[in-house]
């Protein structure tokens, strides 16, 4: 194992039962997650990109456990040393998630509108035994000031402020007890262009500041290629590339990764697009495929796709890994 890696991910899975009739009978499994590999290290940027019911918000919740793993590995750099979150006890799991934060795609929800933000910012440093009383007053502040909010904050509720405002007291909630990793589930989706870019050189800000790791969630790739060291795409799944942010806009090799890119909205708005439409329907997570999932949809697909899933690999030796037959050439 990579001894910069904070996370590393290994064959994940999380299945969730289809059921059917008056007793409940299992008929079937939806593969959100489906035997995934990739690795998280100090420090770094991740974006997790696809489309909508990708697989995406499984991964960050079954990280947390927030859903039990269906099966994988998921090892976790705990004081020194590799825990997998997956099979550890309640006691060890209390302490990785004082080490993995989360912040949440729709800010108003994620905050309880009957909790000041003193409250609201302070709690996780109050379950966790961390302070209390005047310190935990002086905490909390010195955290809404760290997100460009203010001290006269702290005995407002939720409904006083903007959305911005309110995804950056999700921010300050989120890095109360010093965490090592956050995970940002779409946490600029909700909120309206001017203000995204606000909060994206925020959490930037706060990765070198804290000397953070991130997993960022997005369906936006022009999000994502402002904000991400490395990018991970997903469809229906599985994992179909992995790159650098500058490899996978300049060397793209999956044609789905391609197909994504052509939707990012130029500059100019009279330049021309070459759009790509991709033919039939997202490949349907409940059944079984033989093959490579995408193939359906895919002008460069032979035979040989769809009868076994290819696997992922470098395509240069390096960081640069696709999961294609027939990898798009520069």
Not at 249 to 259: C, D, G, Q
Request: glycine share 6%; charged share 30%.
């Amino acid at each position: 194992m990579n001894k910069e890696s904070l996370l590393k991910i290994e064959n994940l899975k999380k299945y969730f039962s289809i059921t059917e009739g008056f007793f409940q009978n299992v008929v079937g499994y939806i593969k959100a997650v489906d035997g995934i590999n990739f690795d998280i290290q100090e420090s770094e940027i991740v974006g997790l990109v696809g489309e909508s019911g990708c697989g995406k918000t499984t991964v960050g919740r079954t990280i947390l456990r927030g859903y039990e793993p269906t099966d994988g590995a998921m090892y976790f750099k705990l004081n020194d040393e590799f825990v997998d979150i997956a099979r550890v006890d309640n006691e060890t799991l209390k302490q990785v998630r004082k080490e993995i934060q989360m912040i949440f795609q729709d800010p108003q929800s994620s905050l309880n509108p009957r909790m000041p933000i003193k409250s609201i910012v302070g709690e996780p440093l109050i379950c966790n035994n961390i302070c209390k009383g005047k310190e935990l007053e002086e905490r909390v502040a010195n955290l809404l000031e760290r997100v460009g909010l203010k001290k006269q904050h702290l005995k407002r509720y939720p409904h006083a402020f903007s959305g911005g405002q309110r995804q950056r007291i999700g921010v300050a909630r989120a890095l109360a007890i010093n965490p090592k990793l956050i995970i940002a589930d779409e946490p600029v989706s909700a909120l309206d262009v001017s203000i995204q870019a606000q909060v994206l050189n925020l959490l930037k800000r706060l990765k070198n500041e804290f000397n953070l790791a991130f997993l960022f969630i997005s369906h936006d790739l022009s999000v994502i290629k402002h904000i991400s060291d490395r990018v991970v795409v997903m469809y229906v799944g599985d994992i179909v590339e992995i790159a650098t942010n500058k490899d996978l806009f300049e060397k793209t090799r999956h044609p789905y990764t391609k197909a994504l890119l052509s939707a990012i909205p130029k500059k100019d708005p009279g330049s021309k697009r070459d759009r790509i439409i991709l033919p039939g329907e997202v490949a349907d997570p409940s059944k079984e495929y033989e093959g490579c999932k995408f193939a359906e949809r895919c002008e460069y697909a032979q035979n040989k796709c769809k009868e076994e899933p290819p696997e992922l690999k470098s395509t240069d030796g390096e960081g640069h890994y696709v999961a294609c037959y027939f990898p798009l050439q520069e």
